[in-house]
């Protein structure tokens, strides 16, 4: 049996299209379309940058006032303990009054309330989010409470109080807190 293989042909008509003048986008348009979009599109990401910076940066700054109001309570609670303990409210350190001329620089954590020599030592931070000297990995923040002595004499007898500054420096940026601490006993 044999096949043909001629192949069948039909009678084709050629196709005419009529394109009119206007129907289209020119490749100006196009570029200029691209351009428009890839600057908004540049810009939304330069702004969203710039935004999570300054979240960064307002994290670290609370964290940072946290830590110094941390220290003055912890500054506190020495004070507030020599005095329930019958000490001299001027023991700071070691259990010994007037250890340097004032003002002086300490490191204090709030698990081991005794207060040592500034070292400018970095934080560290544990694996419970909890900031000390002694344990976990080094944060970007240090800690150093100034006592400065300035008790005065009025009248019959002395008033004795103390200025606490506890000062936490992260990077380029400083918190600064201050308080004044009262013999109240």
Known sequence: MKKNLQPKTKNLQPTS???????????????ISISILTTGVIATIAFMNSE?????????KIIAINLAQEGIELVRNVRDNNLLNSKSFNVWIDGNANNCSSPCSYEIDYDDPKLSSSLDTKLKIDSNGFYQYNNGSDSIFTRKITITDISTNIGTGAVINVRVESEVSFGDKKVKLETILYDWK
């Open 17 to 31: 299209y009529n394109l009119q003048a206007n129907s289209g986008f020119t490749l100006l348009e196009v570029i």
């Open 52 to 60: 999570l910076q300054q979240i960064s940066y307002l994290k670290n």
